[in-house]
């Protein structure tokens, strides 16, 4: 039986299976809300268990420590039980990520959720972004997201490079009908300079 969530907290548990992990600043810039009314939502889904928050130290100089947002293995348990997600989905694919990758997780997540601004300011602008870890990421037959490119090294195809973009979106525009595909090669180098790449 699912539970009783309300429709917003399961919005929520929503954007963390797909971020993986939130500051809470990004989730309030997702759920477009002020921080201090997600703070206290927060603080009573961890109370029931559907969310963890935990220091970020890491990456950090001065001041209080960034409170990190993950889903829990009951929150993933509620969202199956509301058909948000699959059933099939491990719970590794939607959780926190480890810890050596979340300055690198919230790099990319505030990336996308800037990104995701350009709609709220030009309405007639859409765009899809798939992260290269999201359990919401279509996969191939292969089993590998469907946005891996791999290349044939030498003339014997028995290895082969295999890559990943961090993200890939869609920027569509209703006014011309066109759509602009692109990929995000790495995250990280965008502290030295933009790394897109049409596609």
């Not at 810890?99 to 690198?104: E, G, S, T, V, W």
């Not at 800037?114 to 899809?128: A, D, F, M, N, Y």
């Not at 090669?185 to 596609?199: D, G």
Request: aromatic residues 6%; hydrophobic residues 40%; contains cysteine.
């Amino acid at each position: 039986m699912a539970s009783k969530l309300r429709t917003s907290d399961l919005k929520t548990l929503g954007h963390l299976s797909d971020h993986r992990i939130l500051t809470m600043a990004q989730l309030a810039a997702v759920l477009q809300k002020n921080k201090p009314a997600v703070r206290k939502r927060v603080r009573d889904l961890r109370k029931e268990g559907f969310v963890e928050v935990r220091a970020n130290e890491l990456g950090q100089s001065f001041g209080r420590p960034e409170s990190l947002i993950a889903l829990t293995e009951q929150g993933a348990h509620d969202l199956k039980e509301n058909k948000l997600i699959a059933e099939d989905v491990p719970y590794e694919s939607i959780g926190p990520v480890s810890p050596r990758l979340i300055d690198h997780q919230i790099l990319l997540n505030w990336f996308r959720i800037h990104l995701c601004q350009i709609e709220h300011t030009l309405r007639r602008v859409s765009i899809k972004f798939l992260a290269y870890n999201s359990a919401l990421a279509p996969q191939g037959s292969d089993g590998r997201v469907i946005t891996t490119d791999c290349s044939p090294v030498g003339r014997k195809i028995i290895r082969e490079v295999k890559f990943t973009p961090d993200g890939v979106f869609a920027t569509h525009d209703a006014t011309s009908g066109k759509t602009l595909y692109s990929s995000l090669r790495s995250i990280a180098e965008l502290k030295h300079s933009p790394v897109l790449s049409v596609i």
